[in-house]
């Protein structure tokens, strides 16, 4: 039980929570770094952090052949409503949702949110998700800006923190290392990055950073990794 992870590549990961699966930000087909296929994976809930198509990706496809329940704010639940996806659950920033063996809180994210389609997508989130049955929380930030309210954030209690780092579209390296240290989080993933040429980055310094300058544990994978958090000891 508890939260364990496989990253999927940029930040899309597919995990188990309290063994369901939850899959986020499913950008697989056209991802230079895909561990799967959207037909191999079979979530119980989808979550999407905001409407830009590296992140949008194959949700529509994912959640017409499982069913599952996609969860978002409410413009980017309104467009899948209108692109077929029939359980499409729009919250908004600030807001909890339950999900049965999940809640969903929605955070702010400093970033913005249209389709590719032009449509308008409100605006960004990231997820602070809380299992019910281990009590394990992961605070997944989405596409941001380092933001000092991640300090009420941490407030919460974060097992495990997944931030991006490749700068030019969000947060780089530096600015994560301050985030961590506002979100305090036991362990920390690095996503968004060497997808593309701008945000190509170096996880191993990034994460030795990590060790010397904050309390957390970096976990870098391969593309296809797992890690399962730890039970607090
Ligand atoms: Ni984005
Ligand atoms: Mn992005």
């Known amino acids: 039980m508890g939260i364990k992870f496989r990253w999927l590549g940029h930040s899309a990961f597919d995990m188990q929570i309290d063994g369901h699966s939850v899959v986020f930000d499913p950008f697989l087909t056209g991802n230079p770094l895909a561990a799967t296929t959207p037909d191999a994976l079979s979530p119980e ?4 952090s905001h409407a830009h198509g590296d992140h949008v990706g194959d949700i529509v496809a994912i959640a017409n052949h499982t069913g599952a329940p996609t969860v978002s704010n409410v413009e980017i639940s309104n467009w899948l409503h209108g692109h077929g996806v029939r359980d499409a659950r729009g919250q908004n920033t600030g807001g909890l949702g339950d999900y049965g063996f999940v809640t969903v809180k929605l955070t702010i994210a400093f970033h913005s949110s249209s389709f590719p389609d032009g449509s308008y997508g409100g605006n ?19 596409d941001t800006a380092l933001f000092s309210d991640m300090e009420l954030i941490g407030d919460e209690r974060i097992d495990v923190a997944f931030l991006p780092i490749g700068d030019y579209f969000t947060m780089g390296p530096a600015d994560s290392i301050r985030a961590i240290k506002y ?15 701008p945000i190509q980055q170096d996880a191993s310094g990034w994460a030795n950073r990590v060790s010397n300058e904050t309390s957390a ?16 000891v």
């Open 183 to 197: 979100i305090r989080p036991r362990f920390v993933v690095p996503m968004h990055y060497n997808t593309f040429p």
């Open 124 to 142: 960004p989130n990231g997820f602070i998700v809380t299992a019910h049955e281990s009590g394990q929380r992961l605070y997944f930030a989405g």
């Open 217 to 232: 544990v970096p976990i870098v994978l391969d593309p296809g990794g797992e890690f399962a958090v730890p039970s607090v």
């Open 45 to 48: 809930l989808i979550l999407l």
